[in-house]
């Protein structure tokens, strides 16, 4: 059996709002909004990970603050495991490169979003790890 993929996914707060993507044309989740980040790579942790996606995708700096609860979904027939990680935002602009469209919603907009289904389950843990920061 494969070990599952851990997959990172940036909660990236600034203002009272946390910034969403939108995926591409490939894939299953094609125009779909997703919360940015990707694949924790051997010898990384899941920290490590969300600053080096955030900035290979963003161009932004950030720090995370909180590691939520992981989700475990399969997809295309792999066993993935999505870890939330909230974030601060400390230096930069977003820029679109990896995505169609960057949007800064407000917590209460997210669900009125057309969310990959990963990203929808996250939506549940939102308001603990916000409460969490103060």
């Known amino acids: 059996m ?4 851990l ?6 707060h600034s203002r009272g709002l946390l910034l969403v993507a939108r ?3 490939g894939g299953p989740a094609a125009h779909r ?30 720090e995370p603050l909180r590691v939520g609860t992981v989700h ?9 495991l ?3 990680v909230l974030c601060a935002l400390r230096s930069g602009t977003p820029r679109v490169s990896e995505h ?4 800064w919603c407000s917590p209460e907009e997210l669900p009125t979003l057309d ?14 790890i916000l409460a969490s920061t103060g």
């Open 115 to 128: 969310l990959a289904g990963p990203d929808r389950v996250l939506l549940g843990q939102l308001e603990e």
């Open 100 to 103: 169609e469209a960057l949007c």
């Open 82 to 84: 999505f870890l939330p």
């Open 2 to 5: 494969t070990a599952p993929i």
């Open 7 to 12: 997959v990172v996914c940036a909660l990236l």
């Open 23 to 25: 995926r591409g044309s």
């Open 72 to 80: 475990k979904t399969d997809l295309e027939g792999r066993a993935f």
């Open 33 to 62: 909004w997703e919360f940015p980040g990707g694949k924790v790579e051997p010898g990384e942790t899941p920290e490590q990970a969300v600053v080096r996606e955030l900035r290979e995708e963003l161009g932004v700096e950030v």
